[in-house]
């Protein structure tokens, strides 16, 4: 079946187990890099939940390749597109937000972290998982979350990053550096990249 994720249900089921609050940890963290009034294009944005963390000001749009995430998200009025980033090009926007999907498309993450770097026209916010369920050492429970959290292309359903990895994943983006550290109780790595050169600000705290 195409459907990218089993379901919507397990999907957030699954969800919550892995992140409890740290998920609304990561949106608040994830949104204050967000300026008033900007324009965020969302990209593997699930059910568009970031909206509701996002100033009133700011003119969203997600985009997903998931039916039921598309379908769910207009039905709560938020601007989600069906939009399958291994096999159409991103549009431009002034903000761009990639919140635990990197992931999915290992082994081509550079690649894809090119395209949402390219599409990005001020600032990128990536937030990436550091620790997962599909790692656990009750075998079990590692491949439920790995066969739930599937996707159409994922060659390796146990792949997560680890802080190291996703480190030489954004060296070559070091001089656009904004901002680097952990969030979610160590859960989650956030990066903002700013497409004006910084100052070389890498990883404020390690
Ligand atoms: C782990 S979820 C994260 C959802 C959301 N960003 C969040 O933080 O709650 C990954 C999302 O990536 C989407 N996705 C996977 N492959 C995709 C692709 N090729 N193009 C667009 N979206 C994709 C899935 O449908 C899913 O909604």
Redesign the pocket.
Known sequence: MAI??RSSLL?HGL?TAVYHVH?RE??REVAQWVPEGAEVL??????G??TGYLDSSVRYRG????P??VARARDRGREVEH?????ASLPGSQVV?????L???YPDVDEVLGQLFDAALQRLII?E?VKSLTQSRWSCLSRIVAWG?H????TNDHFRFCPEGLDRLFHPYAAHLRHAREVCGGRDWLYVLDKQPSRGIAREEI
């Open positions: 990218l994720y999907y969800m998920r990561r949106f969302d990209v593997c944005c699930g059910d939940a970031l985009l997903d390749q998931s039921v995430f939009f399958d980033l291994r096999r937000v990639c919140q635990a999907s992931f999915q498309f937030s998982s959290t996707v159409e292309g994922m």
